[in-house]
């Protein structure tokens, strides 16, 4: 089976700051994703890839951006830490479309 | 405008007892409803889903119940376990709205089950 991993698990920011968040997948899929969670507002997609190179916006990519130099590997940048932000960043992959995703465990971010 | 919603930010069940999760939705090219299940500190993970041209999918404890006319599903957890306690979201996604590469995701519902 493969994996799904997140780097950090935590992070601590400081305001203005850009900071970036790394996913690495081992399952060989051709598309990836980054999600936002709030608490209450579920899941809001900020980037996704369907292939190395490729980059689409989702519906929260403003303050944001992403890259897929790799096929196995997906990055965010928080362009400009906003203080006193508390998310959760979610990385998904699937092989194809219509399968489902596999999540990564999330990187936690807190901006002080 | 909300595409995907679940009814009930939080549920509280008794060990044993069945848990109804609903949600609903708008756009009626939606084709495919799965539910996932997440556990603090953990990302979600897929648990059942369900194809439009089904009205029923039984997995285990796991039930997902469909009307697309009414345009809602439900997640019935039966015989209700204190370990079944975490947040679940119902997400839809749909080849012919364009948006399969993108599913859309509830706000999601956290469950918690007393022993």
């Known amino acids: 089976g493969g994996i799904i991993t997140q780097t950090p698990k935590f992070l601590i920011g400081q305001e203005g700051q850009k900071l970036t968040l790394k996913c690495q997948q081992n399952?060989?899929?051709?598309?990836m994703y980054w999600y936002r969670q709030d608490s209450g507002k579920g899941l809001r997609l900020i980037y996704y890839?369907?292939?190395?190179?490729?980059?689409q916006k989702g519906d929260l990519s403003e303050g944001y951006d992403a890259s897929r130099e790799k096929k196995s590997s997906f990055s965010l940048t928080v362009t400009s830490a906003q203080k006193n932000e508390m998310a959760v960043f979610l990385c998904a992959s699937r092989d194809r479309e219509g399968s489902d995703y596999t999540f990564g465990s999330g990187t936690r971010l807190l901006v002080i | 405008q909300q595409q995907v919603r679940q009814s009930s930010q939080s549920l509280t069940v008794w060990e044993g007892e069945t848990a109804i999760l609903n949600c609903s939705y708008e756009n009626s090219a939606f084709d495919y409803f799965p539910w996932y299940q997440q556990f603090p500190g953990e990302g979600p993970a897929l648990l059942i889903a369900i194809r439009s041209v089904s009205d029923k999918k039984e997995d285990g404890r796991f039930t997902i119940f469909f009307n697309k006319r009414e345009k809602n599903l439900s997640l019935h957890i039966k015989d209700s376990q204190p370990g079944d306690s975490a947040t679940y979201f119902c997400a839809a996604s749909g080849r012919a709205s364009g948006g399969n590469y993108k599913p859309t995701f509830g706000k999601g519902t956290s469950l918690v089950v007393h022993p």
């Open positions: 890839s369907i292939t190395e190179n490729d980059l």
């Open positions: 399952f060989n899929h051709d598309t």
